[in-house]
Nanobody, 128 residues
Framework: QVQLVESGGGLVQAGGSLRLSCAAS????????MGWFRQIPGKEREFVAA????????YYAESVKGRFTIPGDNAKRTVYLQMNSLKPEDMAVYYC?????????????????????WGQGTQVTVSS
């Protein structure tokens, strides 16, 4: 089992920045990919970013490329989502997720059903 706890959500003005954290505990050694997703009520869950356990490979949705980064800190077993130049359309509940399957280079890990564990979510509100 892997437990994930997100934090760092809140209210920010458009153009501002926010950093989300996802602290992992439990069998974290089995985690090969950590990802961030977001969801607006009534809409499908949307992929945001992902990072390999080694931290050497990252994946980003087109809508956030150049604005968001997904740094990780293995020593703290924490992955972050640094969000810059926030837009009103970034407003959503953000979820952290962990994939514990075998890593294969043919995937961009952008599908929610690839992930095994999820956090409870943290709300990000962007005012225009």
């Amino acid at each position: 089992q892997v437990q994930l706890v997100e934090s760092g959500g809140g209210l920010v003005q458009a153009g501002g920045s926010l950093r989300l954290s996802c602290a992992a505990s439990g069998r974290t050694f089995s985690t090969n990919i950590m990802g961030w997703f977001r969801q607006i009520p009534g809409k499908e869950r949307e992929f945001v970013a992902a990072i390999t356990g080694s931290g050497t490979i990252t994946y980003y949705a087109e809508s956030v490329k150049g604005r968001f980064t997904i740094p990780g800190d293995n020593a703290k077993r924490t992955v972050y989502l640094q969000m810059n130049s926030l837009k009103p359309e970034d407003m959503a509940v953000y979820y952290c997720a962990a994939y514990t399957g075998a890593y294969y280079g043919g995937s961009t890990y952008s599908r929610g059903n690839e992930y095994d564990y999820w956090g409870q979510g943290t709300q990000v509100t962007v005012s225009s």
